[in-house]
Every structure is written in structure tokens, then in C-alpha cells.
């Protein structure tokens, strides 16, 4: 098991990466953008660190998936590209090791990026208002490690699937496409299928389910743990069939499933769906990356 | 125990719906014995690399298998990977590393404690060049670095993937060394070339590859018996000379040319007989000249099926290293005499 020098290879590269630095300061200067648009539209001092909050994990869902796919969607496809691979491999490194040692050092990256980007963005509201709980902070900024945990999963799992930068760079704008449009759409599609109408305020608990699997969808709800309000989906399509002036609150999962909510609705599972994403999707790589030829 | 095996070893590529399929590599059993410095010859696209690949575990065989030191090179890869060293085909580093950086990361994961200065000196990289990063190195520095990476860990096997290429003369000549230097301590060493001097100057076996199949195996004095070649002494004596002055048995003819005496010996060993022969019957000689068949004869005989016959110039590609190359080494000189 030489994992971990391969992760460490792969993070101090990283480091070296003026890529990495570039994303890290648009991430930055986007947060600063929600920070300041956040303080330009409130009153009080006390809800716009809570707005901020919210703002950043509304626009989170379309920011993190594209800065984990960025990261790693050339995590292993590029160094067979380049021929490092044939490098990595000449040394008692196995396969699983590449792919294992990527995913962590990816993750990394990524978890500093997002962490590093967010925390200077927190730190902008608290100087320019009250700042928000602490306790929230740090739960949104867990929220949005894991879903970046969960895309770089993914993005290496398709990185060491493929055999072109090209196929790569297109599963990997496909699968944003997926999460943010196609996935709701579809679950919305399926519900009127089984049960012959389009989902309404009420619906049945396995729709959300349905909705939670996809990974931008599981981190709405694990940010909505920390954030006061609720969180819209990204693009919205508006198959469901709510009243108009229903208020957000009354959008709350707990309000839309009839009786208790169902296990499988918890923040846990949408914590562990995250998991799965960043777990399952490389595993699924691995096994194609160590069948085929470099 | 051999350090490679094969049996069968065979590589084919799917053509998908329309293509027809390409068979790489076909049926090929080879053997390096431990301790021999091996060069494996052939034409570019005839399969080596592809071989390599499947020794390294880098492409699985469609049939056959490979055993490194013992290895299954596929369910062993790892346990491979820890006696030998590899410099491949198309590798890559990562540009951002200092070349020192890079060879820290090697000797790393190899597991060693090799001194990374001490690999550098050894291939010839200059410290300051080893502080930059490698992706500013030209094609010669980067192979340097390469081969140290290679060398670190002190393999059993050193699998060496046309090493020459991208090196200048100086750079040859120091592989050269190494390759020797490593064989001294009792390393295998798997050379490939397309270059058929570099292989003379070092191998003790050579196998020539072409369009997949292993067509020869032998030693490089029995390659050039099996096909029958003979080499040509040329003597510039101080005036003509009559050509019964030559009667080594292992001479086969012997012409005058004004102050010239062409002799061609079936065995090299007949020409320093010849020379001491003519010195020690009184007459005068100016210069002594040889042309022995070089590889270059042999390989285009193997892989096109014609009789060698001198002055053919069987290398394509490469042709300035492989020019410069041939200047700086006298024991390629022949092949120079040849094709002027």
C-alpha cells in the first residue's frame, strides 16, 4: 500500500499547480461577490450573516461541482496522457494505489481550496457585520468539504475510467448538466409515471429520496442543517406542482411528506449519499482503469 | 531462473466494428538469462514497446505469459516492480518538480536510500540543471533523469526502453558505461534500440523483432556467422604488393588494388593473423582499415529476408544521434566504412 505517497506526490503538485491557485482566487472572489451583494440587499446586521450563509449554499451547488470537476477530472487521464503514469507504475505502486492516492490527494486539494475560500469569505461578513453563529459556519463549510468530497470522487472515478482528456472533460460537464437540470426533471418524470401526476406541495416520501441521491440535491440538505431557510434548487424547472404564494418555510421536507418523515429522509442519509458519491464512482474507475491497457 | 520469460506472448488489438484487428505482437517466447546484457532489436513498429508493455504490466497480453525474476509480471506487478528498473517508451514527468525533486520522489517510492547527487553525477546531470524544473529540460537532460530514475534502488533487471534516444554523444557514451558498470555488478540488462550499434557495442545476446515475431536470438558474433558474413580487412601497404603474401587459412579472398589489399576473412579473428602475418614477411604497411558486417547487415537481412550485402543503410529515424554516435565510436566505424 503506497497510497499515500501518491497523494502526497499529488497534493505538493497541486500546490505547484497555478491552476489550483487560479480557482481558489475565483472561488474567493466569488465569495466575496455573495458577501457583498448579501450586505447591499439587507438591513439588519444580525440576518444578513445568516443570509450570507444561505446565498453561499444556494450558489455552492453550481460553484463546488465545478471546482471539484476542474480539479479532477485530469487526476488520472492526464498523467496517462503524459506518460507519468508509465512513471508512477514502474515503481511498486499498484493501480489501486494510483487511483486511492488521487482521490486523496484530489480531496485534499479540494478540501483546502473550499475551506480555505470560505473561511476568508465568513471572515469578510464578520468583519463587515455581526458575525454569524460560529456553530453554523463551521457546519456549511463541513457540508461543502463533503459535497466537493463527493464530486472529486466522482471526477477521479471518470478520470481513471476513460482514455482522453476529451471523454474525460465530457462526462465531467455531462454529469454537471445531470445534477443541476436533468436529475429533478427526471425524478419528476418518474413520480408522474408511477403515480400518473406530477409531484405537488405533497408527495410521496420516496420522490424526495429520488431527488436526495443526486449529490447536489444531498448537499441542499445537509447545508439546509446549518443555514436558516430554505435552500432553492439551482435551476429550477417547475414540474412540481406548487400553489403559487406558498411560503418557503411550508417547503420544508417535513411539511411536503404526509406523517413522520421516513429514516431515509434524514440528514444522516443525505450525509452518507455524499459518501457513496465519493467513494462509488472510483471504485467503478478502478475497476475499468485496472483492466485496460495504459 | 531466468530474469524474463515469456511464452506465447501475444498482444491484439480490437479493430472495433469496421477495422480489422492488429496483431502487435505474436507468439513471442523469450529468454534473459540473470546476469546478461540482452538487446532487443527491430524496426520502429515492430513491436517492442508493446512487448515491454506487457513485461511491465503496462498492457495485458491477449495470450501468453510473462515471469520476471520469477514474477508473474501481471499478478506480480508490485513484487516486479521492486527489482527493476524502468526507463520506458513515451514516459513523462511531471514538469513542475525540480529534476532533484523528481528523483527524492523516485528513490521514495522505490523504497531506497540511494543519494539522489550521487544518481545525478552518475548520469551526468549537472546540479544546477537538477535544481530547475524538469519541465524546462530539453529531450537529452530529461532522458538523463530518467535513466537515474531508473537506477535508483539498485534493480535486479534493468529494463531499458531505447534509452538513446534524445541523448547526445556524450550522453551514449555515458549510458554505455552504466550499462556496462550495472552488468559488472551482476545486473540483467534488457536494452531496446533500433539503433543497431548501441546494441553491438554492449549486448552479449541480441533478439530482432519484426512486425511482432521474434525472427532471430543469438549472440552477436553467432548473428553474424548465421548469416553467413564475412568481414573485409583493407591493407595500404607502402607499394603493390603481391596477394600471395596472405595465406591464413581463415581468408577467403584476397585482391589488389595499386597499393591496396582487400582481404575478406570468414572469421574476424583471421585479420590480426593477416596483419601480423604481412608485417612479419618483410613488407610495408602504411595502414590497416576494416570493415566487419555490422548489425546494421544482419537486421536488414532478418527483417526483409535479403542476403546482407554492404553499403545498406538499414536505419531509418534517429539518423543524427545515430550519425553522431558512430563518431565518437570507433567499434561502429565499420558501419561508417559501409555506407560510403
Not at chain 1, 424526495?208 to 424547472?237: C, M, Q, T, W
Not at chain 2, 536494452?191 to 519484426?210: K, N, T, Y
Amino acid at each position: 500500500m503506497t497510497w499515500q505517497q501518491i497523494a502526497r506526490k499529488d497534493f505538493e503538485d497541486a500546490v505547484r499547480s497555478k491552476m489550483l491557485w487560479g480557482i481558489m482566487a475565483v472561488f474567493v472572489g466569488f465569495m466575496a461577490f455573495v458577501v457583498g451583494v448579501t450586505l447591499a440587499n439587507s438591513d439588519g446586521g444580525g440576518a444578513s450573516g445568516d443570509a450570507a450563509l444561505g446565498l453561499t449554499a444556494q450558489l455552492g451547488q453550481l460553484f463546488v461541482p465545478l471546482i471539484a470537476l476542474i480539479a479532477g477530472y485530469m487526476a488520472v487521464v492526464g498523467e496517462r496522457r503524459t506518460g507519468s503514469l508509465r512513471v508512477l507504475l514502474g515503481y511498486p505502486h499498484s493501480r489501486w494505489d494510483v487511483v486511492l492516492g488521487k482521490l486523496v490527494g484530489r480531496t485534499g486539494v479540494i478540501a483546502v481550496t473550499l475551506g480555505v475560500g470560505s473561511v476568508v469569505s465568513i471572515a469578510l461578513v464578520a468583519l463587515a457585520t455581526a458575525s454569524p453563529d460560529l456553530g453554523a459556519v463551521a457546519g456549511l463549510l463541513g457540508a461543502i468539504v463533503l459535497f466537493g468530497a463527493a464530486i472529486t470522487g466522482l471526477a477521479v472515478g471518470i478520470s481513471a475510467s476513460v482514455r482522453s482528456r476529451g471523454t474525460a472533460m465530457a462526462l465531467a460537464i455531462g454529469s454537471v448538466l445531470v445534477f443541476l437540470i436533468v436529475w429533478d426533471a427526471a425524478a419528476a418524470g418518474a413520480y408522474a409515471l408511477v403515480t400518473g401526476a406530477l409531484p405537488g406541495l405533497e408527495a410521496e416520501p420516496w420522490y424526495f429520496l429520488l431527488k436526495r441521491l443526486n449529490p447536489v440535491g444531498a448537499f441542499r440538505v445537509v447545508a439546509g442543517a446549518f443555514v436558516d431557510g430554505y435552500i432553492h434548487e439551482f435551476f429550477s424547472l417547475g414540474l412540481e406542482q406548487i400553489p403559487e404564494g406558498t411560503e418557503t418555510e411550508q417547503l420544508a421536507v417535513e411539511n411536503r411528506v404526509d406523517g413522520s418523515l421516513p429514516v431515509y429522509l434524514s440528514e444522516w442519509v443525505a450525509a452518507l449519499t455524499l459518501v457513496a458519491w465519493a467513494l462509488v464512482p472510483s471504485l467503478v474507475g478502478y475497476l475499468r482503469f485496472s483492466r485496460s491497457d495504459l | 531462473m531466468p530474469a524474463i520469460r515469456t511464452r506465447g506472448l501475444t498482444k491484439r488489438y480490437d479493430g472495433g466494428w469496421f477495422g480489422a484487428d492488429v496483431t502487435a505482437v505474436e507468439d513471442v517466447d523469450l529468454v534473459v538469462e540473470e546476469g546478461e546484457v540482452y538487446g532487443f532489436l527491430g524496426p520502429n513498429g515492430a513491436g517492442k514497446s508493446t512487448t515491454i508493455d506487457m513485461l511491465l504490466d503496462y498492457a495485458r497480453p491477449t495470450a501468453g505469459t510473462a515471469e520476471i525474476l520469477g514474477h508473474d509480471a501481471q499478478a506480480d506487478s508490485e513484487a516486479v516492480s521492486e527489482r527493476v528498473g524502468v526507463l520506458p517508451e513515451g514516459y513523462g514527468l511531471y514538469d513542475r518538480l525540480s529534476g532533484r525533486r523528481t528523483l527524492e520522489f523516485a528513490v521514495e517510492w522505490q523504497g531506497a536510500t540511494d543519494d539522489p547527487d550521487a544518481l545525478l553525477s552518475r548520469v551526468g546531470l549537472d546540479p544546477d540543471d537538477a535544481a530547475r524544473p524538469v519541465g524546462d529540460y530539453s529531450k537529452g537532460m530529461t532522458q538523463r533523469l530518467a535513466l537515474a530514475m531508473a537506477l535508483v534502488g539498485d534493480p535486479d533487471l534493468l529494463v531499458l526502453d531505447e534509452p538513446s534516444s534524445g541523448l547526445d554523444p556524450n550522453g551514449i557514451r555515458r549510458l554505455r558505461e552504466i550499462v556496462r558498470e550495472e552488468a559488472d555488478r551482476g545486473t540483467t540488462v534488457f536494452f531496446s534500440s533500433h539503433v543497431l550499434g548501441q546494441v553491438e557495442a554492449v549486448c552479449d545476446r541480441v533478439g530482432i523483432l519484426d512486425d511482432g515475431e521474434l525472427v532471430a536470438v543469438d549472440t552477436v558474433d553467432g548473428l553474424r556467422e548465421a548469416v553467413g558474413a564475412s568481414s573485409t580487412l583493407e591493407l595500404t601497404m607502402a607499394e603493390p604488393t603481391p596477394t600471395d603474401v596472405v595465406t591464413d587459412e581463415g581468408v577467403s579472398a584476397v585482391e589488389a588494388r595499386g597499393t591496396r589489399l582487400r582481404v575478406t576473412c570468414e572469421d574476424s579473428r583471421a585479420k590480426a593473423r593477416v596483419v601480423a602475418d604481412v608485417l612479419e614477411s618483410g613488407h610495408d604497411v602504411v595502414d590497416v582499415g576494416s570493415e566487419s558486417a555490422s548489425l546494421e547487415d544482419l537486421f536488414a537481412a532478418y527483417t526483409d529476408g535479403d542476403a546482407p550485402t554492404g553499403g545498406v543503410d538499414g536505419e531509418t529515424g534517429d539518423g543524427e544521434a545515430d550519425g553522431e554516435q558512430r563518431l565518437t565510436d570507433e567499434s561502429a566505424d565499420a558501419a561508417e566504412v559501409i555506407s560510403r
